[in-house]
């Protein structure tokens, strides 16, 4: 079995709205040579064609079998984990990751469910929005008087740090264990329960924020950064599955409680 059917198949890079496809067809290069293989485009500007096939090299087969969609969530929807690259600091802080704890947490958390590292449009990076389904940002500590990193050499760089930690981690393995991560790739364990998959948390805060209008505590019409302001309080806390189907079920309850309320105050 080679290392496109090991751990290194459950990282995925997601690029977002790619205007230029010669940069897709040089950022499959960078991939390939770190043993990436999964690669989702999300409503790229320009398809890839003969120009990025040309810029892959022998990277061909990663650009054909590259997916796309529509939008990031739906590139992201089965991942338990997400980190967005982010080239400035916003308004609000997330949680950071430098570019050798970014690699060394998608490897970890790679054993147990796809795990995605977003990059954004060549010009303007990722939206907020964007950011914002991400759990962890990671920032490349450019030069900062001359910080022009294109997208292949972003891709690049982050890409070298995955393949850095997996060759660690499977290093780690044979010497302890006498295993091969690339032949026999164990399921680890982490410290907590497992932690829900992308499409499972998206549920979560769209039901927080459902039970936050009908308590009154959002209006509609100014909601607001409440909602912005939680999700980087709970991507900071990271709830694990059995956390988050029990803030659902405290959710439910307070909806409960709400609609009761009003009950009772329409019969007065």
């Given at each position: 079995?080679?290392?496109?059917?090991?751990?290194?198949?459950?990282?995925?890079?997601?690029?977002?709205?790619?205007?230029?496809?010669?940069?897709?067809?040089?950022?499959?290069?960078?991939?390939?040579?770190?043993?990436?293989?999964?690669?989702?485009?999300?409503?790229?500007?320009?398809?890839?064609?003969?120009?990025?096939?040309?810029?892959?090299?022998?990277?061909?087969?990663?650009?054909?079998?590259?997916?796309?969609?529509?939008?990031?969530?739906?590139?992201?929807?089965?991942?338990?984990?997400?980190?967005?690259?982010?080239?400035?600091?916003?308004?609000?802080?997330?949680?950071?990751?430098?570019?050798r704890?970014?690699?060394?947490?998608?490897?970890?958390?790679?054993?147990?469910?796809?795990?995605?590292?977003?990059?954004?449009?060549?010009?303007?990076?990722?939206?907020?929005?964007?950011?914002?389904?991400?759990?962890?940002?990671?920032?490349?500590?450019?030069?900062?008087?001359?910080?022009?990193?294109?997208?292949a050499?972003?891709?690049?760089?982050?890409?070298?740090?995955?393949?850095?930690?997996?060759?660690?981690?499977?290093?780690?393995?044979?010497?302890?264990?006498?295993?091969?991560?690339?032949?026999?790739?164990p399921?680890?364990?982490?410290?907590e329960?497992?932690?829900?998959?992308?499409?499972?948390?998206?549920?979560?805060?769209?039901?927080f924020?459902?039970?936050?209008?009908?308590?009154?505590?959002?209006?509609?019409?100014?909601?607001?950064?409440?909602?912005?302001?939680?999700?980087?309080?709970?991507n900071?806390?990271?709830?694990?599955?059995?956390?988050?189907?029990?803030?659902?079920?405290?959710?439910?309850?307070v909806?409960?409680?709400?609609?009761?309320?009003?009950?009772?105050?329409?019969?007065?």
């Open positions: 079995m080679s290392e496109q059917s090991s751990l290194l198949s459950n990282v995925r890079i997601v690029l977002v709205n790619t205007s230029d496809c010669r940069n897709i067809g040089s950022a499959a290069r960078a991939m390939k040579t770190m043993g990436l293989s999964e690669l989702i485009l999300v409503d790229p500007i320009e398809m890839p064609n003969g120009q990025a096939q040309a810029l892959a090299a022998g990277a061909t087969d990663v650009l054909k079998n590259a997916k796309v969609v529509t939008t990031l969530a739906e590139a992201i929807s089965d991942c338990g984990l997400v980190v967005g690259t982010s080239a400035r600091s916003r308004t609000l802080p997330w949680p950071m990751l430098e570019p704890g970014c690699g060394e947490k998608l490897v970890e958390e790679a054993y147990n469910f796809p795990v995605a590292l977003v990059f954004g449009r060549e010009s303007s990076g990722l939206t907020n929005d964007e950011l914002q389904l991400c759990h962890f940002h990671v920032q490349i500590p450019a030069n900062p008087d001359y910080s022009s990193l294109n997208l050499m972003a891709v690049q760089t982050l890409s070298y740090e995955v393949r850095t930690s997996f060759l660690i981690d499977q290093q780690k393995a044979f010497q302890t264990k006498g295993e091969n991560l690339s032949k026999n790739l399921k680890k364990t982490l410290d329960d497992e932690y829900p998959i992308m499409d499972e948390t998206e549920r979560f805060y769209q039901h924020e459902d039970a936050l209008k009908e308590t009154g505590f959002i209006t509609p019409s100014h909601p607001g950064l409440v909602m912005t302001k939680l999700r980087r309080l709970f900071r806390a990271r709830p694990d599955v059995k956390e988050v189907k029990m803030m659902r079920g405290i959710l439910a309850s909806q409960r409680a709400a609609k009761a309320n009003d009950k009772e105050a329409n019969k007065e």
